[in-house]
Nanobody, 123 residues
């Protein structure tokens, strides 16, 4: 059983940056792929980015390419999401999730979730 805790959210102006962290405990975190999802009010949970268990492979949603960077430090059991050039439409609750299903873009594929951290981008 893996427990995940996100942190680093907050209020930032458009064009600014934030770095989110996803800290894991329990289980064998380093064997799982980890993804970030986000959910804005009234919208479905949306795939943001994925990093494989070793950190050698990443996938991004098209709207995040070039602005967001996912990375991990397995020695610290932590995954990061560096978000640059933030836009008001990036406002959402951001969640990290761990799992090893091939459908990396689908929320139901992940058995382990954090509680989320709010990111608000003002215009």
């Amino acid at each position: 059983q893996v427990q995940l805790v996100e942190s680093g959210g907050g209020l930032v102006q458009a064009g600014g940056s934030l770095r989110l962290s996803c800290a894991a405990s329990g289980g064998t975190f380093s064997t799982y792929a980890v993804a970030w999802f986000r959910q804005a009010p009234g919208k479905e949970r949306e795939f943001v980015a994925l990093i494989n268990w070793s950190g050698t492979g990443t996938v991004y949603a098209d709207s995040m390419k070039g602005r967001f960077t996912i990375s991990r430090d397995n020695a610290k059991n932590t995954v990061y999401l560096q978000m640059d050039s933030l836009k008001p439409e990036d406002t959402a609750v951001y969640y990290c999730a761990a799992g090893n299903s091939g459908k990396y873009y689908a929320a139901p594929a992940y058995p382990y979730w954090g509680q989320g951290t709010q990111v608000t981008v003002s215009s």
